[in-house]
């Protein structure tokens, strides 16, 4: 995690069967908090290093998960305005994945018809991965 200097505000344990049906258990980040800067320190420089390091804890989350066969813990990011909404999936259901908006990384966008948290089709999850991973 390197010189991450953001704190975890808010996460879960998460267990969920892969698909390959064995027993998976990660910790899901969906949080970050952001400090003020030092004194003498860019307010966005300081806010930038942050939010750099709360980005690169949520890729290793989103590689883990990957690695392991499973939804949970992937990162969908949905284009909005000028930038993107980060959400991570924090369960899969048969048809279904549920979302939950991050924070502490970047615009901090929510989808207004998605909101903080909700449930979307599995199909455009894993269609929105693939894509990403293309691009």
């Known amino acids: ?45 300081n806010y930038c290093q942050q939010w750099d390091a709360n980005r690169q804890v949520l890729e290793e989350q989103d590689r883990k998960a990957k690695e392991q066969g499973t939804l949970v813990g992937r990162l969908i990011r949905e284009a909005y305005a000028d930038s993107y909404a980060c959400y991570v999936v924090i369960k899969e259901n048969k048809k279904t994945v549920r979302i939950k908006v991050t924070k502490g990384v970047g615009d901090d966008w929510i989808i207004p018809y998605w909101g903080e948290e909700t449930t979307i089709d599995k199909d455009y999850a894993i269609k929105h991965l693939r894509w990403a991973e293309i691009f």
Not at 26 to 45: A, E, H, L, Q
């Open 1 to 45: 995690m390197g010189n991450c200097t953001s704190r975890i505000i808010e996460w879960g344990i998460i267990s969920d069967r892969g698909l390959h049906g064995r027993e998976i258990e990660m910790k899901i980040i969906t949080n970050f908090s952001v400090k003020p800067p030092k004194k003498g320190t860019s307010v966005i420089d």
